[in-house]
């Protein structure tokens, strides 16, 4: 970014809420990074009130007065709960209807009955792809485990080679596309396109899944070779149903989302003219809020009807969705509010300037401070949220390309190196019946991979763009 550039932004910001030095600020970032982190790999508090907590101290850190500090943290998570929350909402109602109507074991059955023997883990890093995208990743897990199991222990396969796949499918759907909370939250804080993003995010995904799916699930069933635990195979959702939706319906309602963002970018690079008919008319139908109810609706009927659900059971499903998304909500709000405590603390100028001095692009500068913060408290989302905040001022300058590729990068440094921080290492750990040494050989290496091969893609594109 040219000085030019920087001294624009300096001018459109808003008055900061402290008159601290660079120096101050910084030792206050890592202040209230480290509260963050104390109070939640030490401590076990949740991520919410680490949060509220680390954004209180790195104001009183920065020599804030508190009053305006709460003010900067209480607008931030409102206005990310207000962007943010009903399109977590509209994607868990979504997950839901796909899980307890049997669309997601519909699918998983129709394509293994395609698949045997060498294509199998490529049949499973791509049923985890299309369930992945509107599953929350610990959803998606409990989802699919029982079935990489059954696969495992009936095909005689060894558990890495058909387990890595599925959990790369998942992973790489989380940190990269949207409607993933973090990706989302990423998109609002650096105010990229979220269409752009998603098709660049799809880009990035494909080649980085492949290496760390397939690809790498050669290697890790070399280096762990264990069979699938008879005492971790769990009853699948829809073996108490009568009726399961179809295939192609099931395949349809998933995608309806993807396709009417997507839609909506490519019609705004081709048309580019804000009066154009078409423009206008795609603008509201790939709007993520209309792509997304419009995907609830027709997965009501799709999905719900089709399982044989009365209008009371649908009413239960949505209910039921939406409680465990709580602690999501809060949690992303509260980053929200971390963000603009730092934006508005003059955090993000320093980090401009800090970008310009050392010359760092901002690409790899999102990525690694992403990649400590996920180090250092075991949260894909955390690590996003607050990543995605400190480099937001550099996002001002950026084409739209360029945003979206910063989006992506922030998603994958939140993902690298999954340890024992992390509730989904012990999570793949408990189900795969793995010691902690087998889970890093074979989790922890997938999730480093998946971070450094989507980065050398994203960087790759960036060279294009």
Not at 136 to 145: A, P
Not at 184 to 196: E, H, K, M, W, Y
Not at 229 to 245: A, T, V, Y
């Amino acid at each position: 970014m040219s000085s030019l550039s920087v001294e624009m932004l300096a001018a459109d910001a808003v008055e900061p809420i402290t008159s601290a030095g660079n120096a101050q600020l910084g030792i206050a970032v890592l202040a209230g990074i480290a509260v963050i982190v104390v109070l939640i790999t030490k401590f076990k508090v949740h991520a919410f009130l680490a949060l509220t907590i680390g954004s209180l101290a790195l104001g009183v850190f920065a020599g804030a007065p508190l009053d305006k500090t709460i003010t900067s943290f209480s607008a931030g998570l409102g206005s990310t709960v207000a962007s943010v929350g009903v399109l977590i909402a509209l994607g868990a109602i979504l997950g839901k209807l796909l899980a307890d109507s049997g669309g997601a074991d519909q699918i998983v059955d129709t394509i293994l009955a395609r698949a045997s023997g060498r294509a199998m883990p490529w049949a499973m890093v791509l049923i985890a792809s299309i369930i992945g995208l509107p599953l929350f990743f610990e959803v998606g897990i409990v989802l699919l485990i029982p079935v990489v199991l059954l696969v495992a222990k009936r095909g005689n396969y060894s558990l890495m080679r058909i387990g890595i796949p599925a959990l790369a499918g998942l992973s790489v759907m989380h940190g990269l596309i949207p409607p993933h909370p973090g990706p989302l939250v990423a998109i609002d804080a650096l105010d990229a396109n979220l269409g752009v993003t998603l098709a660049l995010g799809v880009l990035v995904a494909i080649p980085t899944v492949i290496i760390a799916g397939p690809v790498f699930s050669r290697y890790a069933a070399r280096w762990v070779d264990i069979q699938a635990p008879e005492k971790m195979i769990p009853q699948r959702p829809s073996e108490d149903l009568e009726h399961r939706p179809g295939f192609g319906a099931t395949l349809a309602t998933v995608l309806l989302p993807v396709v009417l963002m997507l839609a909506k970018a490519l019609v705004d690079i081709v048309v580019d003219d804000p009066e154009n008919h078409v423009q206008r008319v795609t603008d509201v139908i790939g709007s993520p809020l209309i792509a997304l109810l419009a995907a609830v609706i027709v997965g009501m009927f799709t999905l719900g009807r089709a399982a044989g659900f009365t209008k009371a059971r649908l009413s239960t499903t949505v209910e039921k969705s939406l409680a465990p998304i709580a602690g999501v909500l809060m949690i992303v709000g509260a980053g929200g509010g971390f963000k603009t405590t730092l934006i508005d603390a003059g955090v993000g100028q320093m980090i401009l300037e800090f970008s310009e001095n050392w010359s760092i692009p901002a690409l790899l500068l999102g990525w690694l401070i992403a990649v400590a913060i996920r180090l250092a408290t075991g949260s894909a989302t955390v690590a996003t949220i607050s990543a995605a905040g400190l480099v937001a001022p550099l996002a001002a300058g950026m084409s739209t390309p360029e945003a979206a590729l910063l989006v992506l990068a922030v998603g994958a440094g939140s993902l690298f190196f999954s340890h024992v921080n992390d509730a989904g290492f012990w999570l793949v750990k408990e189900y795969f019946g793995m010691d902690v040494g087998q889970t890093i050989k074979t989790w922890s290496v997938m999730e480093t991979i998946i971070s450094v091969v989507s980065l050398g893609f994203i960087l790759l594109l960036s060279l294009v763009l």
